[in-house]
Structure formats: C-alpha cells, structure tokens
C-alpha cells in the first residue's frame, strides 16, 4: 500500500484490532495491548527513518535527525490510548499521520533545520486510574496527578501496573524533557464535534484547549439489610451519590460555559438485598475559563458536604486533574492557519472542548494544534469516522505547517 492516505487509514483500523475487548475498542495504560501497540508503532516510527523507544512513562518516542546531529526537535504526536468502547481515529490519527510526514522526508532523503520527534503518549484518556495525561505530564513536567498507591477497578496500584510492565516507579521523571530540547508540540486530532464540518471545512486551527478538573469520589454509608432497616435510619450510600450525581448535572446547567460528567459510578457489596454501604463516582467538570470551572467545582464540592451532613455519610474524593484551560501558541496558530488555508482556501479557528497533550505539553514548550473534520462530530463512541479524503488533507496540512515551523520556529524568550 504506497498511498499514504490509505495507509493512515489502515494503520488505524490495525491498531483498532489491538484491544481488551474485541467488542468495545479498549486500550488501556499499562497493559497487554498499551505493549502490544507500543510494539506496532515502534516498528512503524523506524521503518519511517526514526530511532525510536519506549520511554520511562511508557510512551514511544521516535527521532528523525535533522541536517545537524542532536538539533532541537520539532515534536509530533498524540495519544494511543482509548476510553471505554472508542473510536477508531482519537488519538491514533495523530500518531500514525506524524509517521507519514517523517516518512515522506526519509523516503525524499530530506532534513531540516531541527530533528523531528514523534511522541505516541502512554495515557491521556486517564481510563485506568481515572486521571489523564500520565504520559504528556511526565513529559513536559516530570509529574502526574496519580499517586502511586491510587488503584484500578480491580485494585491494581499504579505502581504494581508500572513495575508489571517492566517500568521502574522511581523513574518516572526521566521521561522528562528539557526546554532547549524542543522547538515546539503540533498535534493532528480528530475535532471531536461538529464545527468544522458545519463550515465545509477539513481541518481547522484549534485556538484553546478546555480546563479540566476531575475527582475520584467515595462515599461510606452503612450496609443493611433492606427489608428491615426504615428509610429513616438508612445511610445508602448509592442514593447519597446518586443525589451528588444530579448536584454535578445541576450545578453545571447552572453555570454558563461549564460541563458536568459523572462517566463512573460503583457501588457494593452489590447484592438486591443490601443496603449499599459504599459507593464511588467520578466527576469531570470543564470550562474554557478558570474562574468558572473552580466557581462550578466550589458548588459541586460544597453540595457534597451539605448531602453527607443531611444523610449522615462520609463523601470524600481526590482531584486527579486540574488542569487549566490552555491557550495555543499564537505563532505556531499563524503558520497552522496558513497551512490550513492552502489546503482549504481559508483559515478557521477554534476552541477545544476536548482536552489534549498539547495542552501539558505547553508547559514544555510553545504548543498547538490542528483539527481534522470528524462525521456528525461524533467521538469517544465506536461510530467516530473520517473519510480518506480528509486523512489526505490532514497529512498535506500537517506537512506544510512542519516545513514552516521548521523554517521559523517559535522565538522562545
Ligand atoms: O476527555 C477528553 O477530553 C479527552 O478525550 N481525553
Ligand atoms: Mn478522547
Ligand atoms: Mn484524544
């Protein structure tokens, strides 16, 4: 298959095949199919011209060396993990289009002014240990908002999960880069909503990139037996998250500019006939300005105490991302808006209301991004599709906005 375009399209449906459950694209950090893709895009990045390795976080990092050895590097990439039951193009689209762009200069035997790394990150949907951008985070910052002792659903520590995968704990931080190591972060990605496609647009310049907070929550009540304990002597814990549940939803139709989930809700021991004595859930509040997302989390949080207070049980919860909303580098905009407007004859911008590595990555070095049309705006849902058409113009867009980073680059102050 020499045709690129088909190629990406292929590549995706490949990694697609590499999932937990063959009925629900599934891939997780840390796990057989996070190796077993890890291992398809390694040997992808090399057959492109790239060095390439996993690195201590657990993301594939591969390097095209530009005209001089050990030059700053332009970074590529985006995500290879997947939520529950996915599509096939979030994340990967960016991966395997980056690998494209390198491999049409390795086959011209063309270098630039800087190398080109490709990074295809180890966990930014957060799925496992409900957080997100584990492997963006250690490497634009050294850290991650997940404890080491934070677990799974199946009480799985992080780092039991690091040390079974063959990662060291103590390491994680040397997956870190230093500024003067990279230029700058471009990522392709999927719009995930249905703006550009309502423009007649392919791609589009992404201008912010969403804040985001989310919570692991418990909540400790009582366990009893449900045919003899009144309603009035009850501390349910499910009906306690079931209320602090439509205290996010509320709270978040109350606040302009402010979305509310609750993606995960448990409660046990798990029997009809038993009071539930505990339960969990987690919360994702987002805004694209600060000071709404922490107003919106203050109600949620103060509603919390007011329901433990009234049905007499202990909520408690952990933020595991507090992420602010992030604004795209206004240079790399300008030359992604040129790019943009060569493929579709005129520039687009706007917001994210996805949170991407880009915007860690931002902490690293000037960070933007380009989105690619997606059909009905449809994401994080198996029915999430693209035409080869767009992979095209995706690939052309990303290649152009390449060569004109590469050739004038962000000044860095
Ligand atoms: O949740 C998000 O916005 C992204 O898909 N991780
Ligand atoms: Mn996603
Ligand atoms: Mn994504």
């Known amino acids: 298959?020499?045709?690129?375009?088909?190629?990406?399209?292929?590549?995706?449906?490949?990694?697609?095949?590499?999932s937990a459950d063959p009925t629900a694209y599934s891939r997780h950090y840390l796990t057989a199919e996070h190796r077993a893709a890890a291992t398809l895009v390694t040997g992808w990045m090399r057959a492109a011209g790239m060095a390439a390795r996993l690195d201590a976080a657990g993301n594939v990092?591969?390097?095209?060396?530009?005209?001089?050895?050990?030059a700053a590097a332009l970074l590529l990439g985006s995500h290879l993990d997947t939520v529950r039951d996915g599509g096939t193009y979030d994340g990967q689209l960016g991966v395997v289009t980056a690998i494209e762009v390198v491999q049409a200069l390795s086959d011209s035997g063309q270098r630039l002014g800087?190398?080109?790394?490709?990074?295809?990150?180890?966990?930014?949907?957060?799925?496992?240990?409900?957080?997100?951008?584990?492997?963006?985070?250690?490497?634009?910052?050294?850290?991650?908002?997940?404890?080491?002792?934070?677990?799974?659903?199946?009480?799985?520590?992080?780092?039991?999960?690091?040390?079974?995968?063959?990662l060291n704990p103590a390491r994680l931080a040397e997956a870190r880069r230093r500024p003067e190591e990279a230029l700058a972060y471009l990522e392709l990605h999927i719009e995930q909503g249905p703006v550009l496609e309502a423009e007649g647009l392919a791609v589009g310049t992404v201008t912010s990139i969403t804040g985001q907070s989310?919570?692991?929550?418990?909540?400790?009540g009582v366990a009893g037996h449900a045919g003899t304990v009144p309603m009035t002597l009850r501390k349910d814990a499910l009906a306690a998250a079931a209320e602090a549940i439509l205290t996010v939803e509320r709270v978040a139709r109350s606040n302009p500019g402010v979305v509310g989930t609750v993606g995960i809700v448990g409660?046990?021991?798990?029997?009809?006939?038993?009071?539930?004595?505990?339960?969990?859930?987690?919360?994702?509040?987002r805004s694209g300005i600060d000071?709404?997302?922490?107003?919106?989390?203050?109600?949620v949080?103060?509603?919390?105490?007011?329901?433990?207070?009234?049905?007499?049980?202990?909520?408690?919860?952990?933020?595991?991302?507090?992420?602010?909303?992030?604004?795209?580098?206004?240079?790399?905009?300008?030359?992604?808006?040129?790019?943009?407007?060569?493929?579709?004859?005129?520039?687009?911008?706007?917001?994210?209301?996805?949170?991407?590595?880009?915007?860690?990555?931002?902490?690293?070095?000037?960070?933007?991004?380009?989105?690619?049309?997606c059909r009905d705006g449809i994401s994080h849902n198996p029915a999430e599709s693209i035409t080869p058409e767009d992979a095209a113009a995706g690939l052309r867009t990303l290649a152009r906005a390449v060569q004109m980073v590469a050739a004038d680059p962000p000044r860095r102050g």
Request: with cysteine.
């Open 291 to 299: 000071a709404r997302r922490q107003r919106a989390l203050a109600d």
């Open 61 to 70: 990092v591969g390097r095209y060396e530009g005209e001089r050895p050990a």
């Open 114 to 166: 800087c190398a080109i790394e490709i990074y295809a990150f180890a966990d930014e949907e957060g799925v496992r240990f409900s957080s997100g951008y584990i492997g963006s985070g250690l490497v634009a910052c050294g850290e991650t908002g997940v404890a080491l002792n934070a677990h799974d659903a199946g009480g799985t520590t992080f780092a039991e999960a690091l040390a079974a995968f063959g």
């Open 214 to 220: 989310r919570l692991a929550a418990t909540v400790a």
């Open 267 to 285: 409660a046990g021991p798990g029997a009809v006939n038993v009071i539930p004595g505990q339960a969990r859930f987690t919360v994702d509040l």
């Open 301 to 373: 949080l103060t509603g919390f105490r007011t329901i433990a207070e009234r049905r007499g049980v202990a909520i408690t919860w952990d933020v595991r991302v507090d992420a602010p909303a992030t604004p795209c580098d206004p240079h790399l905009m300008t030359l992604i808006d040129r790019a943009c407007a060569a493929e579709t004859g005129r520039a687009f911008r706007l917001p994210s209301g996805a949170g991407h590595d880009a915007a860690e990555m931002a902490a690293l070095c000037p960070s933007a991004m380009i989105f690619l049309r």
């Open 1 to 18: 298959m020499n045709d690129p375009a088909s190629r990406i399209m292929a590549r995706c449906v490949e990694l697609r095949g590499i």
